[in-house]
């Protein structure tokens, strides 16, 4: 009986290729009836074992995809090939899923990544400008242009699954993920988060195997009350919200997403009213899938049921009853075994019901059909060279161009590409990692050359004339007085991600304010260029500056900021968020206390 099912679960899934290479398309009917088919073959280890996600750098041995039925690995900041490059990425991902395929009953993985501005993790690939940068050129149909290349990119490397479009709506910008919102108004991020998650699902394969996106991070993720967070700050910290103030504030974005099929969200590691995200019914269950009517599954974050307050048996009874249908184990914390082990028990135990365990496994399967999956899920490598293309690094400049905020002009700009000399200084002018920030090849980013791209400093040598003499200095120190001179100062934040940006308070360096200093003093002009992943306090010096402009956390192609300083384009770039004299009050912040309003752009 055993192998007559196995028959009928091989001839299903033959069946469904070649109806999904005829039409490329299946109704929600027979995407049902085959998860159906699947589900009802399969033992409680192999459900277990489909609601596994595991970083693939804490698999104890490959062969444990197979014996624990895995249904996910993932590939978090940094983890990487020995070799990162774009075919040693595809090998590996060909290499895990054709052990998969050795289970019994051959159920393919899903990989899932943090693609969140491009193919981040992949040396080479285009890295296109953190979302507050996207935020701030507020066009739809550039955000999905972005989003499309970014899955076509990822898709090339074999990966079925991006960690995007981050929705939140960041209100206190001390959090260090303030970047990763598109503005600190839901109703802009409800229009670009779904232009994110069309474009990101738009894209498929050779095979027809499509990408998957995840909304997150359900639900007010930008929104914790200050001291609250971890280290006593911001971030995983408490969204103090009614449930009207919830459903008329946070969740119309999350419902933009859902209507644009989002298959999957991602539950968050703050708390609402005090209760872990990751632990609600309310917020996961009730009102995500039974009111919203999301049909797709949820994913914890990393390590993110292990925040639930008790023991790591009952975070795992608490989570997947409140609606997690399959959890990020990572490896790094709780060994995937150790989990494994202990969920079969809550369902042995009778903790979690078998029709939690059945519903959260078709939701997985669903997904899997609905995407391709099961349509021969090994990759060739056809479409490798269209990682960092021409054409998609184009677009990455469109990008850069158009995310420029002019904040200040005393009639410098733009600048003529006939200067006889023109000083560039700064530590940010010709730095590829900060340019980058965080999440950019290494989980934390990184400094100087960290992948292929074009510096600041490089696009401005590319723009001006030949006879222009480019004076560079990082710290300024050897420029000689000229006060016929301009100065591009490039100054602002180094990489950070998560809670490593969480800070008191969101001043200058006083490394940046020396150099400006410096230059001034020796009569020059000096153009700002302010890279950040939120606003700063600028408010004591831009009196003293003569053109300033917030650049955000541009990328890799650094030429799209001189199409602005130079005039070739006009910029276009309005801010996401509302700039406050005191940026510590973050996007709340009194009308007469704001420096620059949201909207606000030269």
Known sequence: MRYFKILLLTLSIINFSCDFQKTNKISESEISSRANEILNMMTLEEKVGQMTQIDQRFLDTITDLSTYHIGSLLSGGGSHPDVNEPQAWLDMYNKYQSEALKSRLGIPLVYGIDAVHGHNNVYGAVIFPHNIGLGATNNPELVHKVSEITSIEVAATGIDWTFAPCLSSPEDYRWGRTYEGFSSDPSLVANLGAAAVSGYQSVANMNGKKVIACAKHFVGDGNTE?????????????????????????????????????????????????????????????????????????ISDWQGIDEIPGDYKSDIEISINAGIDMVMVSGQG????????????????????????????????????????????????????????????????QAVRESVVVLKDDNILPLSKDLQTLVVAGKGADNLGMQCGGWSIEWQGGQGDITVGTTILDGIKKTVSESTEIIYSEDGSDVVPNPDNIAVVVIGEDPYTEWFGDKENLDLNNDDISLIKSLKDKGFKVAVLLISGRPLNVADHIDQWDAFAAIWLPGTEGDGVSDILFGDFISKGKLSFPWPINTEDGSNAQKDNLLFDIGYGL
């Open 334 to 397: 709780q060994p995937y075994k150790k989990f494994i082990k202990l969920l079969k028990e809550n369902v042995e135990e009778g903790l979690i019901p078998m029709s939690r365990i059945d519903d959260a496994v078709s939701r997985i399967l669903k997904v899997k059909i609905r995407n391709g999956l099961m349509d021969n899920p090994l990759v060739s490598n056809e479409n490798l060279t269209l990682i960092g293309s021409a054409e998609h690094r184009s677009v990455g400049r």
């Open 226 to 298: 200050y001291g609250t967070g971890m280290n006593g700050l911001v971030d995983r910290g408490n969204t103090v919200l009614t449930i009207d103030e919830l459903k008329e504030k946070l969740l119309p974005k999350y419902q933009e997403a859902i209507d644009a099929d989002v298959q999957t969200i991602m539950a968050s590691y703050n708390s609402w009213n005090g209760v872990k995200c990751h632990g609600s019914r309310e917020l996961l269950t009730d009102i995500l899938k039974d009111e919203m009517g999301f049909t797709g599954f949820v």
